[in-house]
Structure formats: C-alpha cells, structure tokens
C-alpha cells in the first residue's frame, strides 16, 4: 500500500486519494492532477515498525534529475488497519538517509573507501559536479557546499550499522597535519552505492 501511494503520488493519480486520510490525504489533495514528467526508476520499501494495527514504512524513491543523474528521496509512510480491517495511509513525512538498524563487526568496505576518497578528492579539486554525482538525497545538496579538505591520506572506513539497502561507515583520514573522521549514509540504488548521509 504505501508503495502504491507514493507512486499515485508521484503522478498526481487520484488513486492516492482514495488509499488515505488525515495528513496523507492532505499531500493527496495538493498534488492530485499535477503531472509529471520526472522519470523514476525504482521504489523500494521495507517496514519498520510494525504492530498489529500500524506499519510504518520506509519508501525511498529513485529517479532521474534533469541532467539525467540518480537522486533519491527518502520517507516515512505511516498505514492504519481500520476498523473495517481495511488499511489506510495515515501520514507521510519526507526524510534523510535513516540510520541501519543492525551492527556489523567485519565487512568488506573498499567499494565505500573508493566511493567516499574520490569524492572528497572531487570536493578537494572544486569538482563539485562530480562530487554531486556520487550523491544523491541530502548528501547531494551538501557537496555543493561542504568545505574541501586540506588533505586525504590513509582513508580507512569501517562499518558500524548496515540494513538491507543501507549501510553507515566511519572514515579515518589524515587531513593535511590533522587526523579526521567523518560518519557517511550510504544507500544501494540501482546503479550501485551512493553517498546519501553526512554527518557534518
């Protein structure tokens, strides 16, 4: 149900009136017969809180910018059982990157160390397009504006919390004469790992 809402949503469909009430039905109302050309290209769910009577739900939506580059946006959609046993959208809240729910003692993270170096290294050489382009969500808004490092040397991560298309890591660096640390949201899109958090 809240995948199909936020696509009605997405599209200006009706559809999404009808699934929903309250604050749901109000975003509903305001985007109902607005159409859109934006292109996405994936929606991903997952629950998580659940009781017998209410589910709120993880949906993160991949599309394409203009310029043809991934963003996503992540929410929050929270679904009602009634007392009719039908279910309803009750609230939707857009969010960041949510932190994983699990912990991880030992992975592989070169795919991260890679991702994270090349684009600070952007960031470092006033690349902020091609920092942006490692990014998606909030993070990607942040690369044009974060400031550059005096230096990346030793970059070593290491991940503290992972979900099942999420993962949280902490980077150890030498940033010019100063050791530095940072805590960087990443989230699996179809195209692979992007930067999608950053703690700073």
Not at 77 to 87: G, M
Not at 94 to 108: K, S
Not at 124 to 153: C, M, T, Y
Not at 186 to 191: D, L
């Amino acid at each position: 149900m809240a995948e199909n809402f936020v696509q009605h949503l997405w599209t200006g469909n009706n559809e999404a009136i009808a699934l929903s009430e309250g604050a749901a039905l109000q975003s509903a109302l305001a985007t109902a017969k607005q159409s859109t050309s934006t292109q996405i290209n994936e929606i991903y769910t997952e629950s998580v809180l659940t009781t017998d009577n209410f589910v709120r739900y993880l949906v993160a939506v991949e599309y394409l910018l203009p310029n043809e580059s991934l963003d996503v946006v992540f929410y929050h959609v929270d679904c009602v059982k009634k007392p009719s046993k039908n279910w309803v959208v009750t609230g939707i809240a857009e969010i960041g990157l949510p932190t994983p729910p699990g912990c991880v003692f030992a992975a592989h993270t070169s795919e991260f160390n890679t991702a994270y170096e090349a684009f600070l290294r952007a960031i470092k050489a006033n690349q902020r397009d091609n920092a942006k382009a490692l990014a998606v969500s909030l993070a990607k808004e942040k690369a044009g504006r974060i400031p550059a490092p005096p230096g990346i040397d030793q970059l070593s991560g290491t991940i503290i919390a992972a979900g099942e298309r999420t993962r949280l890591v902490r980077f150890d660096y030498q940033a010019g004469d100063r050791p530095a640390s940072d805590i960087v949201g990443f989230y699996r899109t179809s195209e692979g790992w992007r930067i999608a958090g950053l703690a700073y």
